[in-house]
């Protein structure tokens, strides 16, 4: 089984619609982050979560909103979906106690926005 | 000027080549260097990290820090039509992370 999950795998939605993307870890990681991938722009960071209690902005976090539900939960909303956030998005973990300063990335969710 | 530069490619290699991919940075206070691969349509997967100055070896693979010229590499021998991919370099301190933009590989047989 993967250690980092992404649900769904693909969305297509309409503009104004409200979207959650979720992500799940096994890693018993304490930092989750959320990114978006556009081609010729490589990996932008939307929000990151060093903690259940700490969520920080990312650079591109206007029209994103997260929840860090536990430990393992990291749920990314897009709060009124716009053309321009079609994208590649990706949760990613790493281990903050362990001095290891490496991110895991799961699968992608692709979203599109009409 | 962005912190982290690499050359996007796309670079296509006959099967068996030595393949180098390379990085460089502005922000002198990076400590870790990293090196993903990311298949199409797949997340980036890790397949190098190393800290500080210095080389890494493992097993085709070689990565290769020169903090002085704030400049890493990553080497492939005996490249395989498996290694066809993106390959993304990236860097941390205080575990803020910094991603290239990826460099397209194709290993032809």
């Known amino acids: 089984d993967a250690d980092v999950t992404q649900t769904p795998r693909n969305r297509i939605t309409k503009t104004g619609k409200r979207i959650m993307l979720e992500c799940s870890q096994t890693k018993g990681h304490d930092r989750m982050y959320w990114y978006r991938q556009d081609p010729g722009l490589g990996l932008q960071l939307i929000y990151y979560?060093?903690?259940?209690?700490?969520?920080n902005k990312g650079e591109i976090s206007d029209g994103y909103s997260v929840s860090r539900q536990a430990q393992a939960k990291f749920s990314l909303s897009l709060e009124s979906a716009i053309p321009n956030q079609t994208a590649l998005y990706f949760c990613a973990t790493s281990d903050g106690a362990s001095g290891e300063h490496t991110q895991y990335f799961g699968p992608g969710t692709r979203l599109t926005v009409l | 000027q962005k912190e982290v530069e690499q050359d996007p490619g796309p670079l296509s290699v006959p099967e068996g080549a030595i393949v180098s991919l390379n990085c460089t940075y502005s922000?002198?206070?990076?400590?870790?260097f990293m090196w993903y691969r990311q298949y199409s349509r797949k997340g980036p997967e890790l397949l190098m990290y190393?800290?500080?100055?210095g080389n890494k070896e493992d097993g085709r693979f070689t990565a290769q820090v020169d903090k002085s010229s704030k400049y890493i590499s990553l080497f492939i021998r005996d490249s395989q039509p498996s290694d066809s991919a993106t390959y993304l370099c990236?860097?941390?301190?205080?575990?803020?992370?910094?991603f290239g933009t990826g460099t397209s590989l194709t290993v032809i047989p």
């Open positions: 990236a860097m941390s301190v205080w575990n803020q992370f910094y």
């Open positions: 979560s060093f903690d259940v209690k700490d969520i």
């Open positions: 922000n002198s206070a990076f400590q870790y």
């Open positions: 190393t800290y500080s100055s």
